[in-house]
């Protein structure tokens, strides 16, 4: 069975960092492309990040870029997005995906929350 579960969101300071992982199992993780992809209050999901299945090209989305960095560890079938500078816009649920024989497959989320 294909899941990521993600952790690391809290609350953070303006200016702050946090470390989320996604974690996967029930499939040959290091074979995959994974997603970072957030959703704020009253908003659509979007696109935060993308990495590759090696790890060697990353794109982000021009709101985070410079600012998020994100990694994979394929002996540990995870993944982390490296959060610097947060900014209250950046307050949302984090979602990590992943496209399984052409199928989207989602985490449940974690909350960060940026706020003073």
């Known amino acids: 069975q294909v899941q990521l579960v993600e952790s690391g969101g809290g609350l953070v300071q303006p200016g702050g960092s946090l470390r989320l992982s996604c974690t996967a199992s029930g499939f040959t993780f290091s074979s995959y492309a994974v997603n970072w992809y957030r959703q704020a209050p009253g908003k659509e999901r979007e696109l935060v990040a993308i990495i590759t299945s090696a790890g060697g090209i990353r794109t982000y989305a021009d709101s985070v870029k410079g600012r998020f960095t994100f990694s994979r560890d394929n002996a540990k079938n995870t993944v982390y997005l490296q959060m610097n500078s947060l900014r209250r816009e950046d307050t949302a649920v984090y979602y990590c995906?992943?496209?399984?024989?052409?199928?989207?497959?989602w985490g449940k989320g974690t909350l960060v929350t940026v706020s003073s």
């Open positions: 995906n992943t496209e399984y024989y052409g199928m989207p497959r």
